[in-house]
DNA sequence: GGTTAGCACTCACACGGAACGAGTGCTAAC
DNA sequence: GTTAGCACTCGTTCCGTGTGAGTGCTAACC
């Protein structure tokens, strides 16, 4: 609001938050001025911080005792002041040998996904596995379990599959079954999951013929786009958590854990977070008073163009943000390599 | 070995260690005195839990401040001083309703079960779901999923599935692939998952003639009897190990999260656990040095007879035996009730 | 002889003041 | 505008003391 501030402001601050960040300790202007080559004496540090205190980009906890950043800083920090910290090539090795060795099937990208982002971030990581809404719907299949029950197989183009028991309406035969499944298949193929379910499926009806067949063959589709469109969620490093020093207490590790038990919550907040790209929300950014102390990076992927998802890294606002960013960035482009290549 | 307690004894030890589970804080004689009745006074007390320390039975810190039982105390209250706690009507009830609204298909039963043993005892739960060796084999499936891959649908007698995308080899066609699945159903129904691998399979060599359409077909049935094979390893109550005051301390709760991490560490623990029924073992009776101040509380149960597979309560020496006891025992005879029901 | 009251003793723990140190804000000199 | 100096604040650590729960021993009691 009050303009730019000066370029000396900027290299305080930018040093403030580094420090932080890397000490978790409020900082200090003799520390400052010893930790960083400002040119200037811990009196004129003194001086810039008051003054950046006073715009809102510092926080006091109480007389004496360093500055702590406050969101605005933060804001400020990860919208231009920080140093990019891109991922070194080891460190994409490293990541490409434990996609490798650790994933045999699709379904495990996402948990194995999850878990590479917490060690390297050393924070909670939350993967939010695509809506197959957009999934395009390959092909239904039935097999027979027993007289009374079938398995139902469902299949995207991408390669997710899903299956699922059901019992056969009275009466029924398994022969009726694959009947149906010409049919089904037929009419679906190509389209998406999304859309089936709105679609009024009169095709199949007529083709189908029997009423009573048409009905259970419904129920069969909703039942298993039902179980294929379910969204997943996979957390990864809840024990990373506890390296953090803002950590240090139990009952605060109690109440973030139970709170990212709460699938259908922290789904809610991946979804208010779903944009395009990365996008970084901080502490009282956040509408969420459950994570008002928190920092959240969330990167929307795409798969095949259509299918999306979210990866995001949670962790305290004093967070690698630089680190964090570009990790998500490189998770983010290279997961559709990573399914695409499977199975090897 | 110096012959059987007496009476009083065996109830002072009874009341001592009682008290410790109920408040987790070393008992004196003046509270123990307060809280049972024992008709005698705190000194008498003072020279009963003396002796019993002498014999083995209860375990002193530091000169003053009471006693807290020992691994030998636990372990005679567990095989015969405590009074069983059988669960209530009401809890019976609250655990099929959540087995009614969490679980709609086969594989999800074993994740709330662990999720419902963690919930009742407060502690951290185990469950490994059942060695497949013994599953029978019911057919195999092949769907076609494009020119160059396939997908394989395995099914057993219990109505597990497991499904894997395969690569076709080069010049093989989808149709040498359903002829390869009529031969390997003809031949391998009913036979168990881990008999089958062992066999030669040479009939199906035969059958199937083509040489090359052989080795895939013996690579194809391996890898899928692995996938369906594989143990799996569900936790439940990492969040309710923070409630018991043991774990107040960070670093405490930091290694054992770690522990209960490491999945292979787990699953050999259980596997060394596998016996008939209940089992308890308590503090250093563990060979495992992880676990000597920890107690486990394991089951085996058997699914068709023949599937077997465990479950487990994990916790501090102080904990509630008889009820976790109970609560084992009841979820043992209930799964194949649970199962058996599904789906609805 | 078992049981109990009394008493001296031990220790963990909580409380309170002193010393310390990191940090601030202000003023005056450069 | 920058910096040195200084008084002041306040969290943290360190000790010494007091308190309370508990023990073990001895002597008296039933």
């Known amino acids: 609001m009050a303009g730019e501030l000066d370029p000396r402001k900027k290299q305080v601050l930018q040093a403030v938050i580094d420090d932080y960040i890397e000490s978790a300790e409020p900082v200090g202007s003799r520390t400052l001025a010893r930790h960083h080559d400002l040119g200037v004496s811990p009196a004129t540090i003194r001086n810039e911080m008051a003054d ?62 999850a878990r590479i982002i917490a060690k390297v971030t050393k924070n909670v990581s939350l993967v939010l596995a695509p809506q197959m809404t957009q999934a395009k719907f390959h092909c239904l299949q039935f097999l027979p379990l027993d007289d009374r029950r079938v398995i139902t197989v469902l299949m995207t183009d991408a390669g997710f599959i899903e299956n699922k028991i059901l019992k056969m309406p009275d009466g029924s035969t398994f022969e009726d079954f694959q009947r149906m499944a010409q049919v089904i298949n037929k009419n679906l193929a190509g389209h998406t999951l999304g859309t089936i379910k709105q679609n009024s499926l009169s095709e199949i009806k007529d ?62 907040i991946l979804h208010a977070h779903m944009g395009d790209g990365l996008e970084v929300t901080i502490g009282q950014e956040n509408p969420d008073k459950h994570l008002q102390d928190a920092s959240i990076i969330t990167a929307t992927y795409h798969l095949d163009g259509e299918l999306l998802g979210t990866i995001a890294v949670l962790g305290p606002t004093r967070m690698e943000y630089a680190k964090a960013m570009s990790l998500l960035e490189f998770m983010n482009t290279n997961l559709t390599n990573v399914i695409k290549r499977l199975p090897w």
Chains 1, 2 share one sequence.
């Open 52 to 113: 950046l205190e006073m715009l809102g980009y510092l926080e006091h906890l109480h007389t004496s005792s360093g500055r702590v950043p406050s969101s605005k800083g933060y804001r400020l920090y990860v919208n231009g002041l920080m140093q990019p910290k891109p991922l070194t090539d080891a460190e994409k090795a490293q990541i490409d040998k434990w996609y490798r060795e650790r994933v045999r099937r699709v379904e495990e990208v996402f948990q194995e996904t």
């Open 207 to 268: 083709e189908i013929g029997d009423d009573m067949l048409y009905e259970s063959a419904l129920e069969i589709i909703h039942r298993a786009l039902d179980s294929g469109k379910r969204e997943r969620l996979y957390l990864g490093g809840t024990t990373e958590l506890l390296e953090q020093p803002e950590f240090h207490d139990v009952e605060k590790v109690k109440e973030t854990l139970l709170m990212l038990e709460e699938e259908e919550l922290m789904k809610d």
